[in-house]
Nanobody, 120 residues
Framework: VQLQASGGGLVQAGGSLRLSCAAS????????MAWYRQAPGKQRELVAA???????NYADSVKGRFTISRDNTKNTVSLQMNSLKPEDTGVYYC???????????????WGQGTQVTVSS
């Protein structure tokens, strides 16, 4: 099982970016899917998460600007980021709780991280 993230890049403040992440491998089920970010010198923090039911959760700092969505048929999760601010700069990681086939429980998997840089 692996997560492959794409998107990210350099954008001016006020701009938009879209991140995508695809889960692949021997997957029986996926529970939550989420995006975290880590700014230089700071701890990794949750940005947004979506449960298999579709319920979402956002960090207060991104509410109203970011939208997380998932496609259960393709095992993908996306993060649409609008009205970006310099403080949104960081490495963004996708995360998912996945139960592989022939196992009895789920584990947390992480993507490789993608850089988002917002210039002022």
């Amino acid at each position: 099982v692996q997560l492959q993230a794409s998107g990210g890049g350099l954008v001016q403040a006020g701009g938009s970016l879209r991140l995508s992440c695809a889960a692949s491998g021997s997957i029986f089920s996926i529970n939550h899917m989420a995006w975290y970010r880590q700014a230089p010198g700071k701890q990794r923090e949750l940005v947004a998460a979506v449960e298999s039911s579709g319920r979402t959760n956002y960090a207060d700092s991104v509410k109203g600007r970011f939208t997380i969505s998932r496609d259960n048929t393709k095992n993908t999760v996306s993060l649409q980021m609008n009205s970006l601010k310099p403080e949104d700069t960081g490495v963004y990681y996708c995360n998912a709780g996945i139960q592989p086939y022939l196992t009895s429980s789920s584990s947390a998997y992480w993507g490789q991280g993608t850089q988002v840089t917002v210039s002022s």
